[in-house]
């Protein structure tokens, strides 16, 4: 499976950008798919994922109420909605996943497949 991200930026606190990512290959397989970031310095983070299966979503509680996950399971594509983007949200952000459809994926060893990343900025 080979994920491709896009859609990152820079922009002001309180605007919006939305990511996109495709998985291609063996897409059909995949059970979850799932946004991590990373800021410079700190470690790869949760930020939100969809499950294939029953379309079940969750959040890191940090964005909660901000960014929304969904997805075209058609198009092996997941989307993540960010609004009210602050600036502690700059980070590169990556696409994930994974073969498995457990309700409880939402660490980074727990992805097989990764996407190279696509940084957003936000500036206040």
């Known amino acids: 499976v080979q994920l491709q991200a896009s859609g990152g930026g820079s922009v002001q606190a309180g605007e919006s950008l939305r990511l996109s990512c495709v998985a291609s290959g063996s897409a059909f397989s995949v059970g979850v798919m799932a946004w991590f970031r990373q800021a410079p310095g700190k470690e790869r983070e949760f930020v939100s994922r969809?499950?294939?299966?029953?379309?079940?979503?969750s959040y890191a509680d940090s964005v909660k109420g901000r960014f929304t996950i969904s997805g075209d399971r058609a198009k092996y594509m997941v989307f993540l909605q960010m609004n009210s983007l602050k600036p502690e949200d700059t980070a590169v952000y990556y696409c994930?996943?994974?073969?498995?459809?457990?309700?409880?994926?939402?660490?980074?060893?727990?992805?097989?497949?990764w996407g190279q990343g696509t940084l957003v900025t936000v500036s206040s």
């Open positions: 969809i499950r294939w299966g029953d379309a079940s979503t």
């Open positions: 994930a996943a994974v073969l498995g459809s457990g309700p409880y994926y939402v660490r980074p060893a727990q992805y097989t497949y």
